[in-house]
């Protein structure tokens, strides 16, 4: 059971985040937030976020970078699970110059929590990894014994920070474990994110950019579906330690979904194709056989359904 438990939840006024927030608090959790508000995108969205999270009164925001932890006055004992949602987002920004941000955000900030939970020993440290640490493995769907060959900064920093809680609950017993996340979408999505761009597009009758042919597939996950497997892995005694795809089973064609969208909207959808990104994987599918077995966690959401809830919440929120 969750009630009654304090959680620790970075980057809780981000798109995850703040879902997972609201469900913990829903299950009579006590939530302690931590957001540094980066502007990688229009920061009065995490505001909005935040304000909603505030509202309750077991909700409490720190609003300061998770490298700092050891500042913050936390209580021994006081945390029970920690689920480390903050990243600095993005494969395609994730080049040249803001490779800086990536290596902060994402194996520092990192490093830094799993330092406190050897000191102040959380119940539970659930991570946010991702698929990007695959790149292309050559066969589908991706098991987690395949060898990671990230093909982005952004994929080799969430694999080093993989490899951080590894080797802290291999040497220090922290009990971490990580998610790897296979395309999360739904309602409050990021701005940058290809289902926003999308319906954004079609509602407004605007021509939409698609990098490449439109035809390589994803393994497109549902927010909701994302928060229970937080859930899952938090409740389970077997996930210390252990790294779990997280897929929606839903692999489909970038074509594929805007077809769905726009019969959907009752729209027509109009596109305009660029280059593929560098950083791009052509494939991702997710064996989500261990998360069924282990954490006893299967997606309930397909991708139609949350297609339909993303619509109507983008049409009476924007």
Not at 97 to 114: D, I, K, S, W
Not at 179 to 191: A, D, K
Not at 288 to 305: G, H, I, M, V, Y
Request: proline letters at 4%; one cysteine or more.
């Amino acid at each position: 059971m969750a009630a009654n438990k304090t959680c620790l939840v970075t980057g809780a006024a981000g798109f995850i985040g703040s879902h997972l927030s609201h469900r913990l608090l829903a299950e009579g959790c006590r939530v302690i937030g931590v957001d540094c508000f980066t502007d990688y995108y229009e920061q009065q969205i995490k505001e909005n976020n935040a304000r909603e999270l505030l509202k309750h009164p077991s909700f409490k925001m720190i609003r300061r970078d998770i490298a700092d932890i050891g500042e913050f006055g936390l209580e021994s004992g006081g945390v029970h699970w920690i689920f480390h949602q903050a990243a600095q987002a993005g494969v395609r920004a994730s080049w040249g110059e803001e490779f800086a941000h990536y290596t902060h955000h994402n194996v520092l900030g990192t490093q830094r929590l799993l330092e406190w939970a050897r000191c102040f020993k959380p119940e539970k440290v659930i991570y946010a990894s991702s698929s990007s640490v695959y790149g292309d493995t050559g066969k589908l769907p991706m098991h987690e014994e395949d060898l990671p060959r990230p093909m982005s900064p952004y994929g080799v920093t969430k694999l080093a920070a993989e490899h951080l809680c590894n080797l802290y609950n291999q040497n220090f017993g922290v009990p971490a474990a990580s998610l790897r996340y296979f395309t999360v979408y739904g309602p409050g999505q990021r701005p940058d994110m290809a289902f926003h761009r999308f319906i954004k597009a079609v509602l407004a009758g605007e021509e939409l950019v698609i990098y490449g042919s439109g035809e390589q597939t994803r393994d497109f996950t549902f927010v909701g579906d994302i928060v229970e497997a937080n859930l899952a892995a938090a409740r389970s005694g077997k996930a210390e330690g252990r790294v779990y795809n997280i897929g929606g089973g839903s692999r489909i064609s970038i074509n594929g979904v805007l077809e769905i969208i726009g019969r959907l909207a009752e729209r027509e959808v109009k596109t305009r194709h660029e280059p593929i990104q560098a950083g791009d994987p052509p494939h991702t599918y997710a064996d989500t056989a261990r998360a069924k077995d282990e954490l006893n966690f299967t997606p309930q959401t397909t991708l139609e359904e949350g297609l339909s809830i993303m619509l109507d919440h983008f049409k009476t929120s924007g």
